[in-house]
């Protein structure tokens, strides 16, 4: 089993800036896939941004040159950087984890999510 513990959420103005931390505990084994989600009340959960062990990175639309993602493999520890929110970016945040062990086997793990609230 693999814990994932979020960190970083909160209200802010809109123009401003957050930082969401994910870190991940338990029987990890490997991780090659962290990725943040999001879901806002009415809405289907949605991902906003995935980052490899090797650090390859992938970003929806709607957040591509203000949300950053990066990772510290050593720490087993997903960021995502946000910058320029909008009301629109109003919404739980998820932390994912896929995982890898054994022979060819993987599962996946949610974080408890974290909330932002960005205001007009």
């Known amino acids: 089993q693999v814990q994932l513990v979020e960190s970083g959420g909160g209200l802010v103005q809109g123009g401003g800036s957050l930082r969401l931390s994910c870190a991940a505990s338990?029987?990890?084994?490997?991780?090659?896939?962290m990725a943040w989600y999001r879901q806002a009340p009415g809405k289907q959960r949605e991902l906003v941004a995935a980052?490899?062990?090797?650090?390859?990175?992938n970003y929806a639309n709607s957040v591509k040159g203000r949300f950053t993602i990066s990772r510290d493999n050593a720490k087993n520890t997903v960021y995502l950087q946000m910058n320029s929110l909008k009301p629109e970016d109003t919404a739980v945040y998820y932390c994912?984890?896929?995982?890898?062990?054994?022979?060819?086997?993987?599962?996946?793990?949610w974080g408890q999510g974290t909330q932002v609230t960005v205001s007009s």
């Open positions: 338990g029987s990890i084994f490997t991780i090659p896939v």
């Open positions: 980052i490899t062990s090797g650090g390859s990175t």
């Open positions: 994912y984890a896929q995982r890898q062990y054994g022979l060819g086997r993987q599962d996946g793990y």
